[in-house]
């Protein structure tokens, strides 16, 4: 079995890093509860609800990384990760964190490729030219996401589906745990 992932919110727990660096950089006390159900959505949407010019995505990302040295990946995940032939992420995220977290937790043996959708020139998710880029290469059985960009590409290129902690988009699968993949989505 082959499986596309996104990263955060789905290999890593990094929506507390994620609205913290947003609440700082609105320089305003935002609810950290709204401000997490816009960037689940996606921080473009969220940027635009809460008034943030784009021209500070850099320094978002600056944050991003810098809070998120202390994200975890989700618990029971290094079982689904080593039941996996190739395992392929597919990330909005800069390349160097993505590899930090990685390595400070022993995960990196378990991807065979890692595409930082932007710094590898290809359009922001739900955009499907970083999917497409990977289906020339692998066949990828499954894709895992938290938010419906994630998952929209897969279903428009014919590829099953895993929501993870989020009941409200549409896919073949709906996970809370990662305790559950293996009797829910393996046996299937």
Known sequence: MNILWDFDGT??????????????????DLDRNEVLR?????????????????????????????????SKPFDHLTEVLAAVDNNIIVTHRDRESADYLLEKYGLSKYFTEIVSVEEQGFNRKPHPSSYEFVLKKYDIDLVVGDRELDLLPARQLGIKTVAFQNRNIEADFHLNSYAEFMPLVFQK
Do not use: C, M
Not at 15 to 22: D, I, N, S
């Open 11 to 28: 290999l890593f727990d990094t929506y507390p890093a994620l609205v913290e660096g947003f609440v700082r950089l609105s320089q305003r």
């Open 38 to 70: 816009w960037l689940k959505v996606d921080s473009k949407t969220a940027f635009k609800h809460f008034g943030i010019n784009e021209d500070r995505r850099d320094e978002y990302k600056q944050l991003d990384i810098q809070y998120s040295k202390a």
